[in-house]
């Protein structure tokens, strides 16, 4: 074995591990059978002592395996509804609790909205660039409702307004989004640009 050439070496130890690598995988599954509890314990106190760190690898990971995990969870629940049903059954309320506190999350109402918007502006074929994290900072700024110039509050919430309706064949990109109150939104519609001149008496830039 070469041990004066570091790259030899590792050029060696590859070599060696595709040789056997179903040796070292069965070496692995006795040895994880064995010590199976232990290594449980140690991973949970590591999660718990690398919270920060351990939420920003899997947020990585999941973005850049977003499809593959779609996929292997839809093959998960195709291949055992049964214990999906059971699990629900089971967990109805813990569930029901989950879904309730993630669904007044001001990110949730977020996500949920922009999804909506893609998918109707994929429905007529229109552009869509606009990203959670787009949206997020243009909601994030603004102060005022642009067309009433209301300030923001607990009583005035704020809306994503496209200056052209994606009804009218409008695109979802930030450069045609803005924020307003949602009378104002209400008011709007899918009107244009003729219609916020005369009603509120201001022009979308």
């Not at 599954?29 to 920003?56: G, M, S, T």
């Not at 787009?134 to 110039?149: H, P």
């Amino acid at each position: 074995m070469p041990h004066a050439d570091p790259l030899a070496k590792k050029r060696y130890m590859k070599a060696w591990h595709r040789k056997n690598r179903e040796r070292l995988s069965e070496r692995r599954k006795q040895y994880y059978q064995k010590n199976r509890e232990k290594l449980l314990a140690y991973c949970r106190q590591w999660r718990i002592d690398n919270e920060e760190k351990c939420r920003v690898g899997v947020t990585r990971y999941r973005h850049r395996n977003r499809e593959a995990i779609r996929q292997r969870q839809r093959e998960y629940v195709r291949k055992n509804p049964e214990k999906i049903r059971a699990y629900s059954e089971a967990n109805r309320e813990i569930l029901y609790a989950k879904k309730k506190t993630k669904r007044r999350s001001p990110e949730y109402r977020i996500t949920n909205r922009n999804a909506s918007h893609r998918r109707r502006a994929m429905e007529r074929s229109v552009i869509s660039t606009a990203t959670k994290e787009q949206i997020q900072r243009l909601l994030s700024r603004a102060k005022r409702c642009y067309y009433c110039s209301r300030p923001f509050g607990s009583k005035l919430r704020r809306t994503i307004d496209h200056i052209i309706a994606i009804s009218n064949d409008g695109p979802h990109s930030i450069d045609n989004l803005l924020v307003a109150c949602k009378s104002c939104n209400s008011a709007k519609r899918n009107k244009g640009t003729d219609f916020t001149a005369s009603r509120f008496g201001v022009l979308p830039l």
